[in-house]
Nanobody, 120 residues
Framework: QVQPVESGGGLVQAGGSLRLSCAAP????????MGWFRQAPGKEREFVAR????????YYADSVKGRFTISRDNAKSTVYLQMNTLKPQDTAVYYC?????????????WGQGTQVTVSS
């Protein structure tokens, strides 16, 4: 199977915005809840947000609630993460994965991720 492909990261000043995309074709995408995770240098990978199969239900980590918005396009097998009011502590590599039981990743083959760097 093709690994998920994340994109859209970059360098942004605090308070700025970015929109991340993750394409995961060929994985019966629409049958999965999808999630975003992130890993900062020296830290464990952590859950950021998830979205239900049809997109009608979302859930966020407290650290991003009210600032980030997850969405999906099943026709394109793509999940998005709109990130607003970015903070330096959001600096991390961001990944997508299918999730079960709330925030448990399903696929063992993670993508390369996309680097987000927020300067103060």
């Amino acid at each position: 199977q093709v690994q998920p492909v994340e994109s859209g990261g970059g360098l942004v000043q605090a308070g700025g915005s970015l929109r991340l995309s993750c394409a995961a074709p060929g994985r019966t995408f629409s049958t999965y809840y999808m999630g975003w995770f992130r890993q900062a240098p020296g830290k464990e990978r952590e859950f950021v947000a998830r979205i239900s199969r049809g997109g009608g239900s979302t859930y966020y980590a407290d650290s991003v609630k009210g600032r980030f918005t997850i969405s999906r396009d099943n026709a394109k097998s793509t999940v998005y993460l709109q990130m607003n009011t970015l903070k330096p502590q959001d600096t991390a590599v961001y990944y997508c994965n299918a999730v079960v039981n709330g925030a448990v990743p399903v696929w063992t083959d993670w993508g390369q991720g996309t680097q987000v760097t927020v300067s103060s």
